[in-house]
């Protein structure tokens, strides 16, 4: 595996930090503690983990269900290489990595991190990011403790919607995982944990999204929705695609997060293409999945001016895709 040996020459003998996106779910963290214990395994000297925001509240909670520490990197953490994981672009990490070479793994659609790194493995039909570490750590000949594979496990479970999303490899990774010890009842339950009960400022930024809602159409019968709030924006784009929204755009001050229907990804739309368009138009950057994407402007902007603006965008956007696919009616 040419990844594998490029990476060992990069790591050996060299401290490491490993980063990923802010409020890390499953699939994140896991990746982001396997990747530090693959890289000490290589002959790093030390491996820390980074992440924006901390861990997701699910995340911390099956860590410390299953006993795991996760090494978080201190402020005066000196490194020499960073490598980061299920994360697209650079505005995701919460600014500059601060370090002259780094390395990419992930499963999104490529983005500006790809473009500079020094080695990558980036996939974006894999649909878990922690199955592409698994593949580096299966060549590696590394052994995963239990409590590891059983993290992957319920990671990998909880990215694919109880491996309704899941491919071929997927299948494959989770027998690995099985046999390198993984409990799979108890992924099972970490994943389908009852979760607390909402709250209520998520409750009101739904109703208040779904209040400020421009409703629009493309293509003859695409919904186009587009709202701002003042948090909570990827449960408030989630929340209008339920209401039955095909492509949902909620802002947060300079970012938003972009939701697609099964509908709309079925006539060939994607959150990832909205997203990195819209960088495009109003600055910035975006992209992410076929069915959800974030976009990140690299200014301050009026949500409400921005929300409709984009609105029109995506609009334009998917009336030009349409024609070219004649889905126009």
């Known amino acids: 595996m040419d990844f594998l040996v490029h990476v060992k020459q ?82 995701q990490l919460g600014g500059s990595l601060g370090v002259k070479q780094y390395i990419l793994i992930d499963h999104h659609e490529a983005g500006s991190l790809a473009l500079k790194a020094d080695v990558k493995l980036v996939d974006p039909e894999a649909p878990t990011c922690v199955e592409l570490v698994l593949d580096v750590i299966r060549a590696a000949d590394f052994e995963l403790s239990p409590q590891q594979a059983t993290l992957a ?60 809602a421009k409703v629009s159409r493309a293509c003859g019968d695409l919904v186009v929705v587009s709202t701002y709030v003042g948090s909570y924006e990827a449960d408030v784009a989630r929340s209008l695609v339920g209401l039955g929204a095909d492509v949902a755009i909620a802002f947060k001050e300079n970012r938003a997060s972009v939701r697609v229907s099964r509908q709309a990804l079925e006539r060939g739309v994607s959150a990832s293409s909205i997203a990195a368009y819209l960088a495009e138009r109003l600055g910035g950057e975006g992209g992410g999945h076929r069915g959800a994407a974030a976009l990140n402007l690299s200014a301050q902007v009026d949500e409400e001016k921005e929300a409709a603006r984009a609105a029109d965008l995506v609009v334009a956007y998917l009336s030009d895709l349409c024609r070219g696919r004649g889905h126009e009616r």
């Open 10 to 91: 990069m790591v050996s003998g060299k401290a490491l930090m490993v980063v990923t996106h802010g409020n890390a779910d499953l699939d994140a963290v896991s990746s982001g503690l396997l990747t530090c214990e693959l890289l000490r395994h290589l002959g790093a000297t030390s491996c820390c983990v980074l992440i924006p925001e901390g861990p997701s509240r699910d995340s911390r909670k099956a860590l410390e269900l299953l006993g795991i520490d996760l090494k978080l990197c201190e402020d005066e953490e000196k490194v020499d290489i960073a490598v980061v994981v299920d994360a697209s672009n650079e505005s």
């Open 153 to 212: 496990m319920a990671a990998m479970l909880d990215e694919t919607g109880l491996f309704e999303r899941a491919s071929a490899r997927t299948f494959e990774v989770a027998a690995y995982l099985l046999r390198s010890g993984a409990n799979y009842e108890e992924a099972l339950a970490l994943v389908k944990r009852p979760k607390a009960q909402e709250s209520l400022d998520l409750r009101l930024a739904r109703l208040k999204g779904a209040s400020r």
